[in-house]
């Protein structure tokens, strides 16, 4: 298998641990080992104290299978296996979804990982891409002018990075209709699921939406633990989630111990991490409105409805590659510039979960004066 390079990772190799402010990460305020032993309940903390650091269960603990199971409506702990991170459950997925010669048709932008397995495998990749014109909506003509008699699967990231993007219930509802008549797997990269913005916006899970939906979710986003490297993929389809299993003989094996640990604390402690992630993003969010509003003509964005990322777009006339790159080099400020998403424009990812943003954010504002050569726009 020949992929082709992981841009994102390529980009943050180059920058990540040199720019001294990062305006760009997906992640939540990574959360201290003090911090979340703290929060740990009787059993968590005995399992912690007991931990022998030896092999794990291949498809993951039993306890943590279990509250893993109790995010979704009607999917039991044998629905779930247990990853490192998420990188490596798309592999698997992929795997043994796609064969040469399938369809796979991928809604973006996304995670690179999504259309370029699949291309690898030598799946025909059909690209859907959301409509910036509409607030990043999804198109379902455009889906369903994709299908093919071959398509075997259909993929999605809501809430979507790097847009911050949800489809309405109805639009998602249609997705999956069209999934299900295709006879294709509804693959939902949902790592920001639990951060929509008004929780009311939350869309059934893809693993609920059908039989053979796959919901990919992950420990690194949302609950700010980017290092315990866990994630999982639920699915009620059990020949398909036999296969997915039995493709991680060939990878990991199995599962860090004391990382499932610290998940399984976490996730029992989840309504705390929940509450402390849309506390900083809800303030980060509010700082980059009024940043945007006191920069229209220069900038414009579509806020986004969840997650912890957005895709602004800047309007003055410069390449945005070139815009990072003097950005990085004289302000020590990163951004993700889009063609990283192998999308056409000006347009940029922040992200808004980190606390170190106010600071990341009045640089970024600063120098927007010094290279434009004026003050605010208000």
């Known amino acids: ?15 990540e641990f040199k720019a001294p402010f990062l305006l ?18 009787e059993e968590c903390r005995e399992l912690w104290d007991e931990l022998k650091l030896g092999y794990t269960e291949t498809l993951g603990h039993p306890p943590l299978r279990r509250e893993i199971a109790g995010l979704y409506r009607d999917v039991r702990p044998e629905d ?14 992929m795997n043994a979804l796609l064969e040469p010669g399938d369809r796979a048709i991928v809604v973006t932008p996304c995670y690179q990982s999504l259309h370029s397995l699949p291309r690898a495998i030598g799946a025909d990749v059909a690209l859907v891409p959301l409509d910036a014109a509409r607030g990043w909506a999804l198109d379902l003509e455009a889906v369903a002018r994709a299908i093919t008699s071959r398509t075997r699967l259909i993929a999605v990231n809501f809430p979507n990075s790097p847009t911050g993007a949800l489809p309405d219930p109805g639009t998602f509802a249609g997705l999956g209709d069209l999934a299900e008549r295709a006879g294709a797997v509804l693959f ?27 919901s990919l979710g992950v420990m690194s986003k949302v609950f700010g633990l980017a290092g315990l490297r866990i994630g999982w993929i639920a699915c009620r389809d059990e020949s398909l989630l036999h296969r997915i299993a039995s493709l991680k003989h060939y990878t990991t094996i199995c599962n860090s111990a004391p990382s499932e640990v610290l998940a399984l604390m976490a996730l029992r402690a989840r309504d705390v991490l929940l509450d402390r992630a849309r506390a900083i993003v809800g303030s980060n969010l509010a700082l980059a409105d009024g940043l945007f509003a006191d920069w229209r003509g220069v900038l414009e964005w579509v806020p986004p409805r969840g997650g912890t990322v957005a895709f602004p777009r800047l309007l003055a006339p410069l390449s945005i590659e070139d815009f990072a790159r003097d950005l990085v080099e004289t302000a020590g400020v990163l951004i993700l510039p889009g063609s990283i998403f192998d999308h056409p424009g000006n347009h940029f990812r922040i992200g808004l979960g980190r606390r170190s943003f106010p600071e990341a954010l009045g640089r970024f504002e600063d120098y927007l004066a010094k290279s434009l050569g004026r003050g605010s726009s208000a």
């Open 80 to 93: 779930v296996v247990v990853f490192a991170g998420a990188q490596e459950p798309i592999f698997v997925a």
């Open 24 to 41: 760009c990460s997906s992640d939540v305020e990574a959360i201290g080992l003090r911090e979340l032993l703290s929060l740990a309940d």
């Open 188 to 214: 939902c990269d949902e790592v920001y699921r639990l951060l929509e913005q008004d929780p009311t916006d939350r869309l059934p899970a893809g693993v609920e939406v059908s039989g053979r939906g796959i």
């Open 1 to 15: 298998m020949r992929i082709e390079d992981f841009k994102l990772e390529h980009y943050f190799a180059r920058w």
